[in-house]
């Protein structure tokens, strides 16, 4: 997660816990997850439908996007309208 920019120190546990309770990945060991059948199910839909939406820069810019907002450099429209692009798009 921290690799992709995805959360802070104070979410990555949170947003661990999130995914192995939506079985989207599980843990093979102490360490190392495996993803899921229901996780490899969305990524492989999404990139069955031609959505981007399982690719972790999206995630990382929608962090970075939403900072923004909160400090007034980008404004909530502009950023709906360019997620919403990002998404649709193919990498």
Partial sequence: MEKHGI?????????IE?????????LADAVHFVPGLLGMGLVEGYDAMGLNMARPHLRAQLEADLKAISEGTKQPDIV???????SKKRS
Avoid: F, M, P, W
Wanted: zero cysteines; aromatic letters at 4%; glycine letters at 4%.
């Fill in 7 to 15: 959360g802070t120190d104070a979410t990555h546990a949170e947003h």
């Fill in 18 to 26: 999130t995914i192995k309770n939506r079985s989207y990945v599980a």
């Fill in 80 to 86: 709906l309208a360019e997620q919403s692009n990002r």
